[in-house]
């Protein structure tokens, strides 16, 4: 197997304002996973239940891993703890891009914004997905966008809701690649749900080829 074929390897870590056993809940425990992971779509349920539960091996206290040796870890104490999925794997090209690393550093950001801004109600998400370039979305964003390594970006909009952008091509690239975004709402009952989702659409459908729009009810695309 050579260098390309064998998986990357990477190590996303983030360090949270919540003690080690709240954290460790919240990446065991479905309920709370579905808080934070992934974003809304129809078998969002059966994906948490397949990874965390069916698919998972508690290999120490705080630490779980998978077949392919990637595991994630929680370390602190009840003041603060920090959280770190790892993948031991090929080192010789470490900016390509990896679908699961990014993954992993989208999720975080919004385990991070959990347990950071505690709030109520619910999860519902918008995840946008499209061919687009970086400099025409973060300039239509309004507001501060943070990078979260060389390929992801979040911020929070001015309604309050957590943005996370994830692409494949860098965040310095002016080439058009496909890009993924998640809004995640909280609290917000139908008609207010539907009154961000609709300005969401809007405002992505100009921006990217092959827009899609993905909500609790749709398939994944």
């Known amino acids: 197997m050579t260098d390309r074929e064998t998986p990357k390897s990477y190590r996303v870590e983030l360090s949270l304002p919540a003690g080690r056993d709240e954290v460790w809940d919240a990446v065991t425990q479905p309920p709370v996973l579905r808080q934070w992971f992934g974003w809304d779509y129809d078998e969002l349920d059966e994906e948490i239940q397949h990874i965390f539960v069916n698919e998972a091996t508690l290999l ?3 630490r779980m891993g998978w077949a392919d040796g990637s595991y994630v870890e929680v ?11 790892v993948r031991e794997g090929s080192t010789a090209d470490p900016g390509r891009y990896d679908a699961i690393e990014e993954g992993w ?10 347990l950071t801004e505690r709030p109520e109600g619910a999860r519902r998400t918008i995840y946008l997905t499209g061919a687009a370039h970086w400099p025409e979305v973060l300039g239509t964003l309004g507001g501060a966008v943070t990078r979260a390594g060389d390929r992801t970006a979040w911020l929070v909009d001015p309604d309050g809701h957590l943005v996370v952008l994830s692409g494949r091509e860098p965040l310095t690239s002016r080439s058009a690649g496909r890009l993924e975004i998640t809004v995640s709402t909280f609290g917000l009952d139908d008609a207010s749900f539907g009154v961000v989702c609709k300005r969401w659409t809007e405002r992505w459908a100009p921006l990217a080829r092959n827009a ?3 909500t609790a009810d749709t398939p994944a695309p």
């Open 60 to 62: 120490s206290p705080e």
């Open 75 to 85: 370390a602190g104490d009840d003041d603060g703890s920090v959280i770190r999925a």
């Open 105 to 114: 550093r989208a999720f975080l950001l919004q385990l991070r914004f959990l």
């Open 212 to 214: 899609q729009v993905t």
